[in-house]
């Protein structure tokens, strides 16, 4: 059974709301900046899963007379948004807080409770992370993750995988900072861990928004599926030759399509209609993501016409 990216992102929601108030009452016991950055990154991805959820309702409102194509890049401006803030407020808190650490060290009171609360938080965020896996796979699997993240256009599965995926390498960070601070009695080095995660999500975030950069300013298919388009256009019996497809993303499962086919000089109005409708059934048959398509055929050649140079 398919997971929907909704259920992967409320799967998120519900993990970092758990992960984030026992993170904090760790800090507050301890005084562990690790952790302090750590129940910060939780904050900020609780934040982070309610704009996606906003994103993918209003993603879903019908078209409009202002919206003829829809409302899909919602879900890319949102998704946007939630790069940004992990850059700007969960990197450059963590980072900050570090820095603070660093300059002015204070011991860790009781390592125990960070060593809890740590792993209470990597099962947790395992658990999201394995269900944003499932999702996304269920989808675009191919064989490599990171090359199926680049070619995915639904932000929102991969955006909680990218998340989940810092977050987990973060408590792994955090917790080394808390157990060579205390067993080397050196609190900097709590202060680094907190550095470390800072530029860890700020890494992530310059992904994410490279990524809905790319969608939001009218990214089209990749060049292999433009190529597999043209081929199915020129395969058909009356056509003569076919232009570059062009092509935008509106939405994860939504491409529009326009396309000049010239089609043979000696056939009617009614073949090059049939023909028109028949290209547009075979491109839809092997990529149902393009919702729209627009054929135009282009006036055909002339015997005259081809003996020019």
Known sequence: MKLSSTKAVYGALLANIAIAVVKFIAAVITGSSAMWSEGIHSSIDTGNQILMLLGIR???????????????????????????LIFGVGGGISAYEGILHILHPVMIRDARWNYAVLGFAFLFEGISLAIGLRAFYSRHHRGNLLRDIVDSKD???YTVIAEDGAAVIGIVLAALGVFLSDALRMPVLDGMASVLIGLLLAAVATFLIRECRGLLVGEGVDRRTAAEVRQIANQDRLAESVSRPLTMYIG??????????????SASAAEVAEATERIKSRIRKRFPFFRRIYLEAAEPQTSAGRGHR
Request: charged share 25%.
């Open 58 to 84: 209003r993603s879903r409102r019908p078209p409009d007379p202002e919206h003829p194509f829809g409302h899909g890049k919602e879900v890319y401006f949102w998704n946007l948004l939630v790069a940004v």
């Open 155 to 157: 932000p929102t599965t």
């Open 252 to 265: 994860p499962e939504y491409v529009l399509l326009t396309m000049d086919v010239r089609f043979r000089a």
